[in-house]
């Protein structure tokens, strides 16, 4: 297996620019999770889904930001419009998780985000 | 909710020595304790696991303890080379979705 999958790898917007960052988590995986990592703040859990659905958007940071995940093979978070303090690592993860007691996080490469 | 703390924030070691990382957490339901390592520029990468019934558990240099009484965890890294130098991070969980991620601590091994 490939492992996560997120493109793009960088991204470069200016500020008002929608951004959308997109992730393939590994297959057979059922729980899906976005991540904003900075120095300030450390690693964040946005929000997760777990089959398909979103069960926690809790720590999405406001109405700019949106998640999606139409497949078990494909999420999307979305930012629109963006603004230069979204500039951050935006990491997905993914876990096989249905009360088997494995819960391993398997993270992708993440996206580097910079708005401008 | 969950609160995860770590400490220290930042350490150095000689090489050769032992470095040790604490991590407390608040919610007496966690069960599942892992530990990653993240270097410059890549992604976190779990390196050791512990789940609340076991007190320790060992992978060659590596080996975390959990004290599930007092409510932390500790990860000791034997013999440290300078690879192990790296941003690491403790987490806790009782539902394998909702991980609460300490803060991290940035390891130096000195040659």
């Known amino acids: 297996d490939a492992g996560v999958i997120q493109s793009p790898r960088h991204e470069v917007t200016e500020m008002g620019q929608e951004v959308t960052l997109r992730c393939k988590p590994i297959s057979g995986h059922n729980s899906l999770f976005w991540y904003r990592q900075t120095m300030m703040r450390g690693l964040e859990l946005l929000i997760y889904f777990n089959n398909n659905v979103p069960i926690d958007d809790s720590g999405m940071p406001e109405d700019r930001f949106s998640a999606k995940m139409p497949n078990a093979s494909f999420s999307t978070l979305k930012i629109q419009p963006s603004e230069p303090r979204d500039s951050a690592v935006y990491f997905c993860?993914?876990?096989?998780?249905?009360?088997?007691?494995?819960?391993?996080?398997?993270f992708g490469p993440g996206t580097r985000l910079t708005v401008t | 909710g969950e609160n995860v703390e770590q400490h220290p924030s930042t350490l150095s070691v000689q090489e050769g020595d032992s470095a040790v990382i604490k991590c407390t957490y608040s919610d007496s339901a966690s069960n599942y304790f892992p530990w990653y390592k993240q270097e410059l520029g890549k992604r976190p990468q779990l390196i050791i696991d512990?789940?609340?019934?076991?007190g320790e558990k060992k992978d060659q240099r590596i080996a975390v303890t959990l004290n599930k009484t007092a409510k932390h965890f500790s990860l000791h890294i034997t013999e440290t080379q300078p690879e192990d130098s790296a941003v690491y991070f403790c987490?806790?969980?009782?539902?394998?979705?909702?991980?609460?991620f300490g803060t991290g601590t940035s390891l130096t091994v000195i040659p």
């Open positions: 993860a993914s876990s096989f998780s249905v009360g088997t007691g494995d819960y391993e996080q398997y």
């Open positions: 987490a806790a969980t009782n539902t394998g979705n909702q991980f609460y």
């Open positions: 512990i789940r609340s019934n076991v």
